[in-house]
């Protein structure tokens, strides 16, 4: 757990950078942003793209998210996140790559890595709920069930065991679910992803 600042400098850092991001606040007098600060005080860099493009890239993710194509899902998603320059977007798509990233780790048999980026999924994913900033999606569902996979990882045997490396026998296909060829793997997890679903209207 990270330890909180007691003079409250952490808070205004989070509010200082949210607010450059949504300002567009640049330095060195470029046209545009290059730079935002995400809620937690980090710099990032940030790489315009029509919003067309942004949606296109959105909708191709979560069509690989849905189909189990999670490193893809991953990769289509970046540049939209890295387009992103309201906080509350920012969050929602840094969560769903997160998501996507924690599940390129399951189905390499990797615990810890699953584990930590399906944390980092519901920071972020809490965030753009508590902006309003869903896309569209039922984040509170979603939410529920990340902590559920949450709580199923920490309940497998030899959750907190340290993964062991080992190469492939032989390089796989051009690509698959779990990434690049020649990545160090172990069994799948049994942990199903959690569905992206749409939020009711009204």
Same mark, same amino acid.
Request: glycine fraction near 14%; proline fraction near 10%; aromatic fraction near 2%.
């Given at each position: 757990?990270? %330890?909180?600042?007691g003079?409250g400098?952490?808070?205004r850092a989070r509010?200082?950078?949210a607010?450059r ?5 640049? =330095? ?5 942003p290059?730079?935002?600060v995400d809620?937690?005080g ?9 919003a067309?493009d942004r949606?296109?890239?959105?909708a191709?993710?979560?069509?690989a998210?849905? @189909?189990?194509?999670f490193?893809?899902?991953?990769e289509e998603?970046? !540049?939209?996140?890295?387009?992103a320059?309201?906080p ?6 840094g969560? /769903?790559?997160?998501l996507a990233a +924690?599940?390129?780790? %399951?189905?390499?048999?990797?615990p &810890? ?5 399906? =944390?980092g +999924?519901?920071?972020? /994913? %809490? ?5 309003? @900033? ?14 559920d996979?949450?709580?199923r990882?920490?309940?497998?045997p030899? &959750?907190?065991e340290a993964?062991?490396?080992?190469p /492939?026998? %032989?390089?796989? !296909?051009?690509h ?10 172990r069994? !799948? /997890? ?13």
């Open positions: 757990m990270r %330890a909180r600042d003079d400098t952490r808070g509010a200082a950078g607010a991001v949504a300002s567009g606040l640049v =330095g060195g007098g470029e046209p545009g290059t730079r935002v809620p937690r980090r710099s990032k860099v940030l790489r315009p793209l029509p067309e949606e296109a890239a959105v191709r993710g979560l069509a998210y849905a @189909r189990g194509d490193y893809l899902a991953h998603l970046e !540049p939209a996140w890295m387009a320059t309201d509350g977007d920012r969050e929602r798509l969560g /769903l790559i997160k +924690a599940f390129v780790h %399951a189905t390499r048999g990797n &810890a890595g699953a584990r930590k980026n399906l =944390g +999924a519901r920071e972020r /994913l %809490a965030g753009a709920a508590a902006s309003g @900033r869903d896309g569209g999606l039922d984040l509170p569902r979603l939410l529920a069930a990340i902590d996979r949450l709580a990882i920490e309940a497998e030899g &959750a907190g993964v062991v490396i080992r /492939l026998p %032989a390089p796989g !296909p051009p698959d679910v779990a990434g690049p060829p020649g990545r160090a793997r069994p !799948p /997890l049994a942990l199903e992803p959690p569905a992206l679903v749409r939020r009711s209207p009204g």
